[in-house]
């Protein structure tokens, strides 16, 4: 039902963009977000968005360097993210839910296979 792609091998300071493909029981009112784990590290959030409403947040180590956007005629929910740093890299999860603010993993029931981004120095 989420579909993640785009990651891949970049520099530091590079730029890469996220897609996720929503289909299925994704409710339009729901919350799309993304969230990052690192080798021996927990899931963490990056950013989230509403399909209808809501001005988007995010964590603040991405605070404006990443950026969530949606796109509705296609259900696709993108992350473009700049200034990428070695610290950026990490398996990038998409998920959905219906916790409009939530910051953890537990406000989120659906959840995408991931796409691995990483970022050389």
């Known amino acids: 039902q989420l579909q993640a792609s785009g990651g891949g091998l970049v520099q530091a300071g590079d730029s890469l963009r996220l897609s996720c493909a929503a289909s299925?029981?994704?409710?339009?009112?729901?919350?799309m977000g993304w969230f990052r784990q690192a080798p021996g590290k927990e899931r963490e959030f990056v950013a989230a968005?509403?399909?209808?409403?809501?001005?988007?947040f995010y964590s603040d180590s991405v605070k404006g360097r990443f950026t969530i956007s949606k796109d509705h005629a296609k259900a696709t929910v993108y992350l473009q993210m700049n200034s990428l740093l070695p610290d950026d890299t990490a398996v990038y999860y998409c998920?959905?839910?219906?916790?409009?603010?939530?910051?953890?993993?537990?406000?989120?029931?659906?959840w995408g296979q991931g796409t691995l981004v990483t970022v050389s120095s």
């Open positions: 998920a959905a839910g219906p916790v409009w603010g939530s910051r953890v993993a537990a406000g989120y029931n659906h």
């Open positions: 299925g029981r994704i409710f339009s009112s729901y919350v």
């Open positions: 968005i509403r399909w209808t409403g809501g001005s988007p």
